[in-house]
């Protein structure tokens, strides 16, 4: 018999049947599609679609006459303003690299990623222009051009030198010769990990991901065309989710905020009908508390995702009020965001609050066109069964994966151990098939041999009402070893003791994991809303020597 197969045609692909998948795609119809349409809003700005990629044309002829090409890196320090959301499209409109750095970051920090991305050219907003400064002056290698984005709401004249955003553009020509990436495996961003436990690791990304990832966005949470979404995630996490290429490919509109803040967030969902929204637990339970203060309920239906911890029981019962429907999802910047989705069934609609609470609490199910979302015994490789006990190591495989991490050959080939990333995160898979983190592999807390979820015992502390944040750290003992400590955050006018929240936790949870220290204030968050529990342990390992 031939070893040919019968739809063998006898041509290879050329031109015709296979053009490299890559988000720069979306732009281009947007802008033939919705010419007209708002893409961009912010502040008394706005840009329709043709606007937005012609402004996008212009920056990338800028970054061109720099002598920015295929391969070079342009970093971004920029909150949620138009310039940010331009060089999504920008930057890889050269073949270069989008690195859009935490703007809550040090100096030294971002110095230590300016060095080690080797930045050949930075976007700056005049706000952070003295955190840019520091860090400039810190550098070891060779300083990047700095291109000044200035914001007129701020009332900020500071530069860094003479070059400014909307100067630039206003003298490039609208060139559109750009082309789309010889390879659609080519890198399209690099992003920071937060680094808590040593120096921040570059995740590098690619386009064919950043495509699928951005449709995912839009088959998971069923968007429509008409779309409006608020900007309450920073487009430097996860750019953004990818978010703004989601927002490209079906020609939504995109309302920049430029920092979280509850009144401000209220009047732009009623100014502009915001459909839709991201972010943390802590951003969600924000706008909960304001619009509730306020004796608002929002008069059209607004959704958002949730990301991170489950939530408080609180928090839905709150969003539900004021008519937001959330959806869980969960990722790492390794997956480009969002990497599972608590996907919803119609038979939940007829649950209790409490047990509607606890199905949309769960991480879910693969998001629709990441390949592969398992948990494993980490040691065997082997799947769990889905009894909602057996802890195992969440994992991926797909085309929504990163490509590695920038110069660390060692932590790439540790996360791809045995053809699959390895999260750091321990899951059980429950009956249904729907996966439930239970913890990070570092904060299993081992009391007298016995292991003890930290995420569980923070979920018993969050059914209390007066609680709007909780974390637990393991605190040494000298009879067990470990033992949970729990640091709260308490909604406003709460007099809740410890006492109090101890007796409440023994009622729902076993006693060995009960806390048997709580400690009572504000709790450090990322700006992206991630409780830094590293700042805690040291907390305590301060209080204990002391």
């Not at 044309?57 to 959301?85: E, K, M, W």
């Not at 809550?104 to 003295?130: G, K, N, Q, W």
């Not at 706008?287 to 959704?303: Q, T």
């Not at 006018?493 to 936790?505: M, N, Q, Y």
Request: include cysteine.
């Amino acid at each position: 018999m031939s070893d040919t197969c019968q739809f063998d045609v006898g041509l290879d692909q050329n031109a015709a049947n296979y053009v490299p998948l890559s988000p720069l795609s979306f732009i281009r119809r947007a802008a033939a599609v919705y010419p007209n349409k708002p893409a961009v809003i912010y502040n008394d700005e706005c840009y329709s679609w043709q606007q937005t990629y012609s402004r996008c044309c212009r920056l990338a002829s800028v970054l061109q006459s720099f002598g920015i090409s295929r391969g070079d890196t342009v970093a971004v320090l920029l909150p949620n303003v138009p310039a940010i959301f331009e060089a999504h499209f920008a930057v890889p409109m050269v073949g270069a690299v989008l690195n859009a750095i935490n703007i809550r970051l040090d100096p030294a920090t971002v110095a230590y990623i300016l060095d080690h991305s080797r930045s050949r050219l930075v976007l700056v907003d005049t706000e952070f222009c003295d955190v840019a400064e520091k860090a400039l002056s810190m550098m070891e290698g060779e300083a990047p051009v700095i291109i000044n984005v200035p914001d007129a709401s701020q009332g900020d004249e500071r530069r860094l030198g003479d070059l400014e955003y909307e100067a630039l553009l206003a003298k490039q020509p609208e060139s559109q010769n750009w082309q789309l990436p010889e390879d659609e495996w080519d890198a399209i961003a690099l992003g920071y990990t937060s680094g808590t436990t040593g120096k921040p690791k570059g995740v590098v990304t690619h386009h064919r991901g950043a495509y699928l990832n951005a449709v995912s966005n839009v088959l998971s949470w069923s968007l429509p065309r008409n779309v409006t979404y608020l900007w309450t995630l920073p487009m430097f996490h996860c750019n953004g989710w990818c978010f703004p290429w989601t927002m490209a490919a079906i020609g939504g509109t995109s309302v920049c905020l430029r920092r979280v803040d509850a009144g401000q967030i209220l009047k732009l969902i009623r100014q502009h009908k915001v459909s839709h929204y991201c972010g943390a637990p802590v951003v969600h339970a924000t706008i909960a508390d304001a619009a509730i203060a306020a004796g608002e309920v929002f008069d059209h239906p607004v959704s958002g995702l949730i990301a991170g911890a489950a939530p408080p029981a609180s928090v839905f019962e709150r969003m539900e009020k004021i008519g937001v429907e959330l959806t869980h999802v969960y990722g790492l910047t390794e997956t480009y965001g969002p990497a599972t989705v608590c996907a919803k069934q119609e038979e939940w609609e007829q649950c209790t609050l409490e047990e509607r609470v606890r199905l949309n609490g769960r991480q879910g199910v693969t998001y629709p066109l990441e390949e592969g979302v398992a948990v494993l015994d980490p040691s065997t490789m082997e799947p769990v069964p889905p009894d909602g006990k057996t802890m195992g190591e969440v994992m991926f495989r797909g085309n929504i994966v990163m490509k590695g991490y920038l110069r660390n050959e060692q932590a790439t080939q540790e996360a791809f151990a045995g053809g699959w990333f390895h999260s750091g995160d321990l899951a059980v898979v429950e009956a249904d098939g729907y996966l439930k983190i239970r913890d990070r592999l570092k904060d299993v807390i081992i009391s007298g041999g016995e292991n003890i979820s930290s995420l569980e015992v923070e979920e018993a502390i969050q059914r209390h009402a007066d609680v709007e944040l909780a974390a637990v750290v393991a605190m040494e003992d000298q009879k067990w070893g470990e033992v949970p400590a729990a640091f709260v955050q308490l909604r406003a006018g709460s007099d809740l003791t410890e006492s109090d929240l101890i007796s409440f936790c023994s009622e729902k949870i076993s006693r060995f994991k009960v806390p048997k220290k709580v400690v009572f204030g504000p709790l450090p968050t990322t700006s992206t809303g991630k409780i830094q529990k590293f700042m805690l342990r040291k907390e305590l390992e301060t209080s204990s020597s002391s």
